[in-house]
C-alpha cells in the first residue's frame, strides 16, 4: 500500500506517515505527537505499539542525570504546600464551578418549561379542567446542522479546529465540552481521539481513534 492509502485508513497524513519512516521527528513535533502517530501506525501494521514507541523513545536524548551534575546547580526540592498545590486548588475550585454552573443552567432550563397557572381563586377554577394535561416533552435538539461541525468530548483533550483557515479553537479542554463550527472547510486536530465525539452536518461520525491517540482530519462542511 501507498502512504496515502495508509493515510485515508488511520487518519494521519501521508507527509507524518514520511517521517515516521524516515525517522524525521522534527517534521512531526513533540514526541507526545510523534508516539500517537506510532502507536496508530503500529496497530495498522499489526506490530507491538508499545514496543515501536520504545524503539523511539530509545532514540531520544536522556534527561542528564541528578547525580551527575555540578553541586552548585542542585535544587533543593519544593516544600510541600508550595506553587504546585496552588495551582491544583485552582484547578479544582474551576471544576466546581463548572459542575455547579452546569447544575445551575439544568435547574432553569426545568423551571422554565414547568406549566404555570394563569390564575387563581374561584374565577380561575370554574374554568380549569377537571383532569390537568401533562406538558408534551420537547423532542432534544439535534447537535449542529447543515454546513457545521460539532464536538463533544466525553474526556480531556487538546484540540485545535482551524476553519477556512482560521484557527477558531485551540487548547486543552475538560469533559462536558461541546462547540459547533460553521463553514466550508475545517481541519481537527485532537489529542485524545477517543475522548472526542464527531458530528458534521448534524450526523454522528463517532470518535476518530482510541483514547490517547493524536489524530488530525479535514472535514468538507
Given amino acids: 500500500m501507498s502512504l496515502s492509502e495508509v ?7 501521508s507527509v507524518y506517515l514520511a517521517a515516521i519512516e524516515e525517522e524525521h521527528w522534527s517534521a512531526i513535533g513533540v514526541p507526545v505527537y510523534v508516539r500517537g502517530f506510532i502507536r496508530t501506525y503500529a496497530r495498522f501494521l499489526g506490530l507491538d505499539p508499545e514496543e515501536a514507541v520504545a524503539q523511539f523513545n530509545r532514540t531520544q536524548p536522556e534527561p542528564p542525570s541528578a547525580e551527575a551534575a555540578p553541586a552548585e546547580n542542585v535544587r533543593p526540592r519544593p516544600r510541600p504546600g508550595g506553587p504546585m498545590i496552588w495551582v491544583a486548588g485552582a484547578v479544582a475550585v474551576v471544576l466546581i464551578a463548572f459542575v455547579v454552573y452546569n447544575e445551575l443552567s439544568l435547574r ?3 423551571t422554565a418549561t414547568a406549566p404555570v397557572n394563569a390564575a387563581s381563586g374561584p374565577a380561575a377554577s370554574a374554568s380549569i379542567s377537571p383532569t390537568p394535561e401533562l406538558p408534551t416533552p420537547s ?13 463533544v468530548l466525553s474526556a480531556p ?26 463553514g466550508k472547510n475545517a481541519l481537527v486536530r485532537i489529542g485524545n481521539a477517543g475522548g472526542v465525539e464527531v458530528y458534521v452536518d448534524g450526523k454522528d461520525r463517532g470518535k476518530l481513534g482510541a483514547a490517547g491517540d493524536v489524530v488530525e482530519q479535514d472535514f468538507t462542511l
Fill in 7 to 13: 493515510a485515508e485508513h488511520i487518519r494521519i497524513r
Fill in 108 to 110: 432553569a432550563q426545568q
Fill in 139 to 151: 423532542p432534544a435538539p439535534a447537535i449542529g446542522g447543515a454546513n457545521t461541525l460539532a464536538l
Fill in 157 to 182: 483533550s487538546w484540540l485545535r479546529v482551524t476553519v477556512d483557515g482560521s484557527v477558531s479553537m485551540e487548547g486543552t479542554f475538560p469533559a462536558g465540552t461541546a462547540k459547533t463550527f460553521h
